[in-house]
């Protein structure tokens, strides 16, 4: 079972930046694609970003077109966290951030391939 908290959420005016983090508890942490995913009022969670196992030839990402060039995500598995840098932050970002964790050797955007979740953190970007 793996555990996953996120931090680093709040609110920012648009054009600023959030790094959020997700600190898991898994000492395999390394061996599990990592995703971000995030939710606003009224609508489906939606993929944001997904970071390949370590355990594979090449480290991949995956960025949704409407945040690719403004996000970054990366991970330190020494520190079991995962990390998303957001810049340029626009209005629309605004909803809650979760974390997520796949047993799979590749990266996939649907939700359903994610056993693992954390509670979410709150971003606001305010006009």
């Known amino acids: 079972q793996v555990q996953l908290v996120e931090s680093g959420g709040g609110l920012v005016q648009a054009g600023g930046s959030l790094r959020l983090s997700c600190a898991a508890s898994?000492?395999?942490?390394?061996?599990?694609?990592m995703g971000w995913f995030r939710q606003a009022p009224g609508k489906e969670r939606e993929f944001v970003s997904a970071?390949?196992?370590?355990?594979?030839?090449?480290?991949?990402?995956d960025y949704a077109d409407s945040v690719k060039g403004r996000f970054t995500i990366t991970r330190d598995n020494g520190k079991r966290t995962l990390y998303l840098q957001m810049n340029s932050l626009k209005p629309e970002d605004t909803a809650v951030y979760y974390c997520a964790a796949s047993g799979l050797p590749v990266i996939k955007r649907g939700t359903v391939n994610y056993p693992y979740w954390g509670q979410g953190t709150q971003v606001t970007v305010s006009s």
């Open positions: 970071i390949s196992r370590s355990d594979t030839p090449f480290v991949l990402t």
């Open positions: 898994e000492r395999a942490f390394s061996s599990y694609t």
